[in-house]
Each structure stands twice: as C-alpha cells, then as structure tokens.
C-alpha cells in the first residue's frame, strides 16, 4: 500500500511539473524557461524536477510531446505553431534557418527537430495515413516560416497573419481528418 501511495505521490508531481513546463515553456521559450522557474510554478523543488526529468532538453520534449490519438489537440497545435511561425521567431531559429542549407550542424540540428514534430503529431493523430498527413503539415509550416522570415515574401505585409493562419490551416486542413 506505502508503495502505491508513493507512486500516486510520483505521479501527481510529476503532472503538476509537465503542467508548469507547459505554460512556462510557452510564455517564456525554451532559452528563458528556466528549472527553478518551472519547479516554483509546480510547487517542488528543481532537484525533484530533475529527478523526474534528467534535463531542461528532456523535459521540454516531454511538455511538447502532444497527446496519443488525439486529432483535436492536433489541430489546434497545428494552428499555435502556424501562428508562432508567422510572428516574431527567437533570434537563435532564425540563425539555424539562415544556416541550414549550409552549415551542416545547423541542418542536422534542424532535420531532428523537425523528424521529432514529424514523429509526434503522427502520434497524435492516428489512422492510416498519419505520417503523410504530419509531414505535409511540418513541411509546410517550414514552407510558410522560410517564405516569411527569410525571403520576407510581400504577400506577409498584405494579407493579415491571421488570415494566412486560416488559409493555411484550410490548405493542410485535413491533417486532423483522414483514415
């Protein structure tokens, strides 16, 4: 009994710590994200955080991580990234961007993050041609993020992010159908 006491103890800690990386990792980022400042929001302490986790990299891949089988919260990431995409990005991911085609650590860097979104929204949603349906929808967002913030494509200034948000979502729309 102790022992499954403990473990619903671990368990219940190790939610409220996911739950706090989430929302610090999406107000802050990854750089500015800090252990201690997810530990305090978690109400533990940063060395049970790194218990749980290892590292800041390893606990912010779980907090990315988007849900098994779940076409809905899919779709709705799909839409929070299009969006991040098309604002201000992090100085550090415009200089990978920037390197990709040319420095080769820049596109190993970039082909992990990008076979890692791949992989996980293929999770997400389920069914027969999920991996196709990902991989239209992560090749397209680098499309549309390469169009606006290297080549700074005119259309950027003339057409509303929102509504490039929608058309996008309408043009890789079926990420969330399919089977």
Do not use: C, W
């Not at 799909?78 to 085609?101: C, I, K, Q, Y």
Request: charged share 30%; glycine share 8%; no cysteine.
């Amino acid at each position: 009994m102790a022992g499954t006491m403990r473990d619903a103890k671990r368990a219940e800690s190790s939610r409220r710590i996911l739950e706090a990386a989430r929302a610090e990792f999406a107000e802050a980022g990854f750089e500015a994200a800090t252990i201690r400042s997810i530990a305090g929001r978690a109400g533990v302490t940063a060395g049970l955080v790194m218990q749980h986790y290892g590292s800041k990299e390893a606990l912010f891949r779980s907090a990315a991580r988007l849900p098994a089988d779940d076409r809905d919260t899919a779709s709705e990431h799909v839409r929070d990234v299009l969006d991040a995409r098309l604002g201000d990005l992090p100085p550090e991911t415009l200089a990978l961007l920037r390197s990709m085609l040319t420095v080769p650590e820049a596109a190993d860097a970039i082909r992990a993050h990008l076979d890692e979104r791949i992989d996980n929204l293929t999770a997400s949603l389920g069914g027969e041609d999920a991996r196709a349906r990902a991989t239209v929808a992560v090749t397209g967002i680098l499309g549309l993020t390469i169009a606006r913030q290297l080549l700074r494509l005119r259309a950027f200034d003339e057409v509303s992010r929102e509504a490039i948000v929608d058309a996008a979502e309408r043009g890789l729309g079926a990420v969330g159908g399919g089977e």
